[in-house]
């Protein structure tokens, strides 16, 4: 079993950046691939970026070249750094840890890009 928790969503102006939190409860953390996901109002959720086990990344293209993704299997720890932020940002994103058929998800924090 692991537990997420999100953190450091808020108001943002565009142009602007935030770094996300995923602290992560449970065992064999370092195991899982994780990710973060986000979904606008109305939308579908869909993929921001994700990274193995191993360190392999990949995002999803509306961000690709403006966040990253990293993780700290020490502290139990996912980031994603959100640079140049754009009002179509805007959306609840979330955290993901998977592992074969264990999927788990965090309760999600609120990105607004406004100004």
């Known amino acids: 079993q692991v537990q997420l928790v999100e953190s450091g969503g808020g108001l943002v102006q565009p142009g602007g950046s935030l770094r996300l939190s995923c602290a992560a409860s449970g065992s064999f953390f370092s195991s899982y691939d994780t990710g973060w996901y986000r979904q606008a109002s109305g939308k579908q959720r869909e993929l921001v970026a994700r990274?193995?086990?191993?360190?392999?990344?990949n995002y999803g293209d509306s961000v690709k070249g403006r966040s990253t993704i990293s993780r700290d299997n020490g502290n139990n720890m996912v980031y994603l750094q959100m640079n140049s932020l754009k009002p179509e940002d805007t959306a609840v994103y979330y955290c993901?840890?998977?592992?074969?058929?264990?999927?788990?998800w965090g309760q999600g924090t609120q990105v607004t890009v406004s100004s």
């Open positions: 990274i193995t086990t191993g360190g392999t990344t």
């Open positions: 993901n840890a998977a592992l074969a058929t264990k999927d788990y």
